[in-house]
């Protein structure tokens, strides 16, 4: 086993459970229980008040055996090797799941953005992607935003990219301005993946979407397009919280006012809707869907004996911890997991990706009605796989995930 930290032994331990039914080949085990290449570079920036600033950015490709490694790029205080490197497995097995040709990856730079100007950004993000320019690529890794990171850096990397190979090279990273080849649909796909995924598993349990009440932790991009695709269908989004604070309003809250009070406020506390919430207060609130869409590790033993909720849709990557996950599905709740749950946003990653190499760009309503399609084929295979081994939907996407990539990586032998 890789020596990693406790996030990736946490991984390994949902990765061995899956991998032991499947009575999966011990030197296929090993491969896939090791990154294939981790990156660390030093970036150099020129601050503005004239003092060189040395930051710390990573890359790890995790496994490229069904395509190109495929993961986004965060900007935090906390980023490690152990976080990316869990993350970039994590998008191992979610592009699998979502069944389309990539591999896993993950960059990061471990920075404060909240407190850069935008050209120091700017010259961050370029020193970072010429340090690991070799690396990347459409046939390579192709990067994409994450935590703190957005379309313009995404920009910024393309620029970047194409200066280094000489033409311009829009299929180096996804979600992307849609002037620069960007899809439509992109920046909401996690999130409509998040609501089409919880609206099949209502559908499962016998349960009426438009009847039910959902919390949300997080409200940034998953987090707040998660709840207005819900609300669209119906459903009652009755508590919102973020790294501030959050609102409470049994009544429902209203997701476009509370939408343009983030966007102005950069946070939904002090939002007039409804009364003030904390993070902890809404783990135990009597709703039928909890959704996290914040960070990882933020369920755990501490607060899952107090959640109430029939649907945990993991809108984050990793927010429940092991033995949480155990007692919540021991308890009956009905746990979609993270890499089932957000695979909508990787899924329409690749049909930019698929956009930008043909140079042919779909209507809105064609990208949407793909994403239905792959995300009720990912449901339905993990459903089925849970059914058939009697095991949860994290252990039963774990053997989707697995099942495909250790069967192309027999498949394709050993290279020596």
């Known amino acids: ?54 930051f710390t950015g990573y890359r790890v490709q995790y496994n490229v055996t069904l395509g190109p490694a495929k993961g986004g790029i965060r900007y935090h205080p906390d980023v490690t090797l152990d976080e990316v490197t869990t993350l970039a497995a994590w998008m191992t097995w979610k592009c699998a799941v979502a069944h389309v040709p990539f591999g896993g990856g993950k960059g990061g730079i471990a920075c404060d953005p909240t407190r850069m100007s935008p050209r120091e950004l700017e010259a961050l993000t370029r020193r970072y992607v010429a340090e690991i320019v070799d690396a990347i690529g459409p046939e390579k890794d192709v990067p994409a935003p994450d935590v703190n990171t957005n379309d313009q850096v ?68 998953v987090g707040s397009v998660s709840a ?13 919280t973020d790294q501030n604070g959050g609102v409470l309003n049994p009544n429902g809250l209203d997701i476009p006012e509370l939408v343009d009070h983030a966007s ?18 809404l783990w135990g609130l009597d709703v039928d869907v909890l959704i996290p869409a914040a960070l990882e590790n933020q369920i755990t033993m501490d607060n899952a004996p107090r959640i109430k909720a ?24 009905f746990v979609i997991p993270d890499i089932l749950a957000n695979c909508g946003g990787v899924t329409v990653s690749y049909f930019e990706w698929v956009q930008d190499r043909h140079g042919y760009f779909w209507e809105l309503d064609e990208v949407n009605a793909r994403l239905e399609k792959k995300m009720c084929e990912a449901f339905a295979d993990v459903l089925q796989t849970s059914q058939q081994y009697g095991v949860d939907l994290r252990t039963a996407a774990y053997m989707v995930a697995i099942a495909r990539v250790g069967t192309v990586t027999k498949m394709r032998g050993m290279y020596a």
């Open 1 to 54: 086993m890789a020596e990693h930290g406790s996030v990736f032994a946490a991984m390994l331990k949902e990765f061995d459970r899956a991998a032991r039914i499947l009575k999966l080949d011990p030197g296929i085990w090993r491969i896939l229980t090791y990154p294939k290449r981790q990156i660390v570079v030093s970036c150099p920036v020129l601050m503005d008040n004239g003092e060189i600033e040395v």
């Open 154 to 221: 995404m920009a910024w990397v393309m620029d970047t990219y194409s200066m280094h190979v000489g033409h311009t090279e829009t299929a180096v990273v996804t979600g992307k301005p849609i002037e620069m080849g960007g899809s439509l649909g992109r920046r909401e796909a996690t999130g409509r993946g998040v609501m089409i995924v919880t609206r099949e598993a209502a559908r499962h349990l016998g349960l009426d979407i438009s009847r039910t009440t959902v919390a949300v932790q997080g409200f940034g991009n």
């Open 228 to 240: 207005e695709q819900l609300a669209g269908l119906g459903a009652k989004i009755v508590a919102v």
């Open 264 to 281: 102005t406020h950069k946070t939904v506390e002090g939002f007039p809707g409804g009364d003030r919430i904390d993070n902890e207060d």
């Open 310 to 333: 029939r649907i945990l849709t993991e809108g984050a990557n990793g927010p429940t911890a092991p033995d949480a996950h155990n007692h919540l599905h021991e308890r009956g709740v």
